[in-house]
């Protein structure tokens, strides 16, 4: 990608991430957001814009650079520009563990986050195990059905789980599933961050054998790929990137779907240079989806996963017409 | 150099081995062909090379050292392996397409290294893939195609080519291209060893030519020895003769019309 | 044990705007979608599928003619009693016939018309009833007391709780009110608006609910708002009141970093039942500390 667009993709992240300071429910003058972020003027405004306005736009960041990550890793990894990131049984899992958290009435900030997580971890593993008793070596095909089996089944368990449940427990189950980045705070930012930050690492590490891995897998054994050893990495790193992020925000879906492919479209070739691009043009689309879930019905929120699911209709119409 | 010693090759939960004992060997210098009916066990040999499945019985070495001893990195060191089939999944320019032969040379954050550009150099000039290194590999014929996947195993640096299938798809030209390039590629000394349906190809090309049977050596020796009419029909299971091209002097296959076989020994 | 001769339902229409003007008659009943209503008998077999008016039936003196009541309906202890029939939203209107009633009252909600409308086919008479706002209340009440043929009970009730309603409002009210934020729901963020009998008790109560311009009964609203609302009093229920204070985000609304947060007893002022009165007087005690007489 040339250096200009590079910078292009930079200047944009910055404009959402100032957008989301100033913008919001709540309409506060620039000069009054300006010398809000340094702590000065109306208390009010002060706690609006640095305590629940910064680590939400961290946040969003955050998780939009985990998500076009993942993305980008798993569609040159399964060859299928339609991979995304909560392919291998992520969203199922983790909408399992929250709704279980939901309906035993955990109240405590920390554990539904945590339940989601544990619950994607499992339902990882358990795709990754399915697939190996298949008998499958990382052929993408099987653990593609292995994911979506388990992903059957997760949502066959949510919805008996919510079937006999109070209106409360299904109401809160529902707003987590769709998205929210309105629990963000520095300290559960700070975690996401680590762990997205060390899961990109990983997944950047692998970007010569991913580079690879998207020529298939006949020509990467023959360039020198351990093919198993690699995509079960990538599977892993990839997976758990996302799971991280369903644990900060909740499913907020099409982003680790489109981003690889308009960062492609803007000219990103290797997969490495892909990768980052995905990583800092998911940070600003989710910012900014943030803006329009906290301002097109004020005084409500919108879902963000509401929001990102929007962009999902013209990205696939855009496919569409390319395809005839 | 490439060596298969008495190699068996067993799919999981097959009652059949798909290979049952073959012993070849793919000496430098020369090009060395595996042919035979589909389902022969030929696609199978090149997945022993790729460490896809590995023997049952007996081994693969290259130069002696055994396969399994070696990683994969390793292995593709020493041995270039031109897969059948290939379709990347997001376009590439050939001269990044070509640099990704050298990924068994560098670390997990090292970039072009002045040898990695050497390399790359040279193999496509040897290839003859110079003029279009800028195009993507979605825009070349299938002709230029091999030829740049070549000039990727090329890149590769060993002294061992292994091709399976390389002219299937390809014209006449094209066809004719991509063998003179395997014969010299072969005469600078390298180990050629390709699969092919081509026969009267083959027979004009190849050193040595194994026919495989079901997963056994039929025969093994030079396309003399091998290119004889009854085997060729009782391994193909279809009338034909071999003749003698006079133009190049080497044996030509030439199939009949379905009637029952000239003899019936 | 017998059945009404006609079978009618009245069912007080959900939407805004047919709820502007509802009639107050009591011998004859707004008009429905489905008809006219006319009960003829008193009901002796009572299924009551809302907490409200299960409270008013026992308040009545009809509790040992209540043969079923949902799984949320508690109060008061003689209700435990009574058999559980499971959902008042969406009922099972196969356990409800399993308890052979005459009448079955349930909350007038689009959710539970295709109930309704099954069990007037098979010959039950129905009531499903609207209390959303405080003007319900006695309509609510004089409905179920002519059901059960005591209007002259329903009468003494609803005039003493809203002789207490009246005395709360009547208390001494300081020159600007306090203001409250009610704290309903977490996630999402939801509290009450003027759609809900819950405003009008905080009004009641001498206070000011920040969000009561909003239509809605249970509006959803984001924590900026309400930190620019910034209420002096935060309401909340005994199960939210630690998570409140203890998360960071909430802490940039002033009340709740002064400590400002009532516990509201959630399971009186959660039902607009016969305990209207004693919800608003326990409101005031807690707002603004002071009890009527």
């Known amino acids: 990608m040339k250096p200009r667009t590079w910078i292009i993709l930079l200047v944009v992240l910055a404009v959402a991430a100032l957008a989301g300071l100033a913008l919001g429910p709540v309409s506060l003058a620039p000069g009054t957001v300006w010398h809000a972020l340094f702590g000065d003027g109306d208390a009010n405004a002060v706690a609006i814009v640095r305590v629940l306005r910064l680590p939400r736009i961290a946040l969003g960041v955050v998780i939009g650079a985990g998500l076009g990550m993942s993305g980008a890793a798993l569609q040159a990894t399964l060859r299928n520009p339609l991979a995304e990131p909560y392919l291998l049984g992520v969203s199922g899992g983790a909408a399992v563990g929250a709704v279980i958290a939901v309906a035993l009435h955990f109240t405590s900030l920390a554990v539904l986050p945590i339940a989601a997580f544990a619950g994607a971890a499992f339902a990882v593993t358990l795709v990754l195990l399915v697939a190996r008793a298949a008998g499958a070596r990382g052929d993408p095909r099987v653990l593609l059905m292995a994911g979506v089996v388990v992903g059957a089944f997760a949502n066959a368990a949510v919805m008996v789980l919510l079937a006999g449940a109070p209106a409360e427990t299904v109401r809160g189950a529902l707003w987590w599933m769709m998205g929210s980045l309105s629990d963000a705070t520095w300290q559960g930012t700070r975690w996401v961050a680590v762990y997205v930050i060390a899961g990109g690492a990983l997944l950047l590490a692998l970007s010569r054998e991913i580079e690879l891995l998207a020529l298939g897998e006949d020509p990467a054994a023959a360039l020198g790929v351990d093919v198993e050893r690699a995509t079960r990495r990538v599977y892993l790193a990839a997976s758990l990137v996302a799971a991280v992020t369903v644990a900060g925000a909740g499913l907020v879906g099409f982003v680790g779907l489109v981003v690889p492919s308009i960062v492609r479209a803007l000219g990103a070739r290797s997969v490495r240079s892909v990768m980052l691009g995905a990583a800092i043009a998911g940070g600003a689309l989710v910012v900014a989806a943030d803006v329009v879930a906290r301002t097109a019905r004020a005084p409500a929120e919108l879902p963000l996963g509401a929001v990102t699911a929007l962009i999902g209709v013209p990205f696939f119409l855009s496919r569409l017409r390319r395809m005839t | 150099m490439i060596k298969f010693d008495d190699v068996v090759l067993r799919y999981p939960r097959a009652a059949r081995a798909a290979v049952n004992g073959v012993s070849l060997v793919a000496p430098r210098g020369a090009i060395t062909a595996i042919v035979g009916p589909n389902g022969s066990g030929k696609s199978t040999l090149v997945r022993a090379l790729l460490g896809r499945i590995a023997p049952e019985r007996g081994g693969v070495s290259l130069d002696d050292v055994r396969l399994e001893t070696l990683t994969r990195r390793e292995a593709a060191r020493r041995v270039a392996l031109v897969p059948q089939r290939e379709e990347p999944a997001f376009p590439l320019v050939v001269r990044d397409f070509i640099g990704l032969g050298r990924y068994a040379f560098g670390g997990v954050w090292s970039g072009e290294t002045p040898a990695d550009r050497a390399a790359i150099e040279h193999a496509s000039n040897r290839a003859g893939v110079s003029e279009f290194l800028q195009r993507r590999t979605t825009d070349l014929s299938g002709g230029e195609w091999q030829r740049v996947r070549i000039a990727r195993a090329l890149a590769q640096g060993g002294d061992a080519l292994v091709l399976d299938e390389p002219t299937a798809f390809l014209d006449v030209a094209h066809e004719m291209g991509v063998f003179e390039l395997l014969d010299t590629l072969a005469r600078e000394g390298r180990a050629v060893l390709l699969v092919s349906h081509q026969l009267n190809l083959v027979a004009r090309f190849a050193t040595r030519i194994a026919l495989l049977h079901n997963g056994a050596l039929a025969a093994f020796g030079s396309p003399a020895e091998v290119m004889r009419g009854d085997l060729l029909e009782k391994v193909y299971e279809w009338p034909l003769v071999v003749s003698r091209d006079p133009a190049v002097g080497a044996p030509v296959l030439v199939p009949l019309r379905h009637r029952a076989p000239r003899s019936t020994q | ?293």
Request: net charge neutral.
């Open chain 3, 1 to 293: 044990m017998s059945r009404a001769l006609v079978l009618i339902s009245l069912i007080t229409v959900v939407t805004g705007a047919c709820e502007s003007k509802p009639e107050r008659r009591e011998s004859k009943v707004a008009l429905d979608d489905l008809g006219d209503a006319i009960l003829n008998s008193p009901a002796s077999r009572i299924v009551s599928l809302s907490p409200v008016t299960t409270e008013m039936l026992f308040a009545l003196g009809a509790g040992p003619r209540v043969v079923g009541r949902t799984h949320w309906d508690l109060y008061p202890e003689a209700a435990k009693a009574v058999q559980d029939l499971g959902n008042g939203m969406e009922p099972n209107v196969e356990a409800i016939l399993g308890v052979h009633p005459d009448l079955v009252v349930l909350y007038a909600s689009p959710s539970n018309r295709a109930a309704a409308v099954q069990l007037i086919k098979t010959g039950i008479a129905t009531l499903a009833i609207r209390d959303d706002h405080l003007a319900d209340f006695r309509r609510t009440l004089m409905l179920l007391a002519r059901a059960i043929g005591d209007t002259i009970t329903g009468r003494t009730i609803a005039d003493s709780v809203e002789r207490t309603l009246h005395a709360v409002q009547s208390m001494a009210r300081p020159a600007r009110p306090p203001t409250v934020f009610w704290h309903v729901w977490d996630k999402p963020i939801m509290t009450i608006g003027a759609g809900s009998y819950m405003n009008e008790l905080v009004e009641i109560a001498g206070a000011k609910n920040i969000f009561g311009d909003l239509p809605e009964p249970s509006p959803q609203v984001t924590l900026e708002e309400i930190v620019r609302r910034n209420p002096d009093f935060i309401l909340v229920g005994p199960a939210t009141v630690q998570a409140l204070r203890e998360s960071p985000l909430w802490q940039s609304v002033p009340a709740v970093k002064a400590g400002h947060l009532l516990v509201v007893d959630t399971l009186l002022v959660a039902r607009p039942g016969v305990r209207l009165g004693e919800a608003a007087k326990s409101l005031r005690a807690l707002i603004l500390k002071d009890t009527v007489r």
